[in-house]
């Protein structure tokens, strides 16, 4: 079975400074990987994914991710952290033989002003 | 519809009680998934259709849980006997087909049992 580790409940970063938000995670197979993330009161938003190619895979609002197979993670990125990414992020996965997504527990992320 | 329609987005019941969560996906979308999030926990995977085949009920937690899609459309979550741990936020998300799809999940609905 697959499963995520998102070790961070919490990620605090001030306005301006790079960001990382990090996931690892256990699958068979090849992964499909997946950045997820959710405002207050609201669903999930789709970020970016990895589904194969590049490591670095490019998504929504500057966010990047890297594809590291050898440690298993897929960690999320920022250069420049914005007050208003402020929010809960998710990591999930799947097999390429499945179609039902396996998450994270979340990282709250903080950017401080 | 534009996007994943979910009703109704807040739901207070007394414990004991039955409720029906409503999930309206994207038209055209033939995959369709409930998620339970509780207080500070991850997304935990209810039930899963897709199209016309048997649906996925591996994830669901009792058999209080039940849910149904018509016309490969509109899903309906059924809780039965409500209890106090039943209270989280159920999210419902469909997709398209393709190797390459993400979830597109909507708003929600938050179920309190009182």
């Known amino acids: 079975a697959q499963s995520v580790a998102q070790p961070e409940d919490q990620v605090n970063v001030a306005e301006g400074n790079p960001l990382t938000v990090k996931c690892t995670y256990s699958?068979?197979?090849?992964?499909?990987l997946f950045w997820y993330v959710q405002y207050p009161n609201r669903g999930l938003q789709f970020l970016l994914k990895y589904i194969t190619g590049d490591n670095l895979v490019k998504g929504s609002y500057g966010f990047e991710a890297e594809f590291n197979k050898s440690q298993t993670s897929f960690h999320l990125k920022k250069p420049s952290a914005l007050v208003s990414d402020s929010a809960l992020y998710f990591c999930?996965?799947?097999?390429?033989?499945?179609?039902?997504?396996?998450f994270g527990s979340g990282t709250q992320l903080t950017v401080l002003p | 519809g534009a996007g994943v329609s979910q009703s109704p987005s807040n739901k207070v019941t007394e414990k004991g009680k039955d409720v029906e969560l409503r999930c309206d996906p994207i038209s055209g979308h033939t995959a369709l998934y409930w998620y339970r999030q509780s207080l500070g926990q991850g997304l935990e995977f209810l039930i899963y259709f897709q199209g016309n085949s048997a649906p996925d009920k591996s994830g669901l937690p009792s058999d209080r849980f039940s849910a149904e899609r018509t016309g490969g459309s509109v899903s309906t979550l059924t809780i039965q006997r409500t209890q106090q741990e039943d209270s989280a936020v159920y999210l419902c998300?469909?997709?398209?087909?393709?190797?390459?799809?993400?979830?597109?999940f909507g708003s929600g609905t938050r179920l309190t049992v009182v």
């Open positions: 998300a469909s997709t398209g087909d393709g190797a390459n799809y993400g979830y597109t």
């Open positions: 699958v068979s197979g090849n992964p499909y």
């Open positions: 999930a996965v799947r097999p390429g033989s499945a179609r039902q997504l396996t």
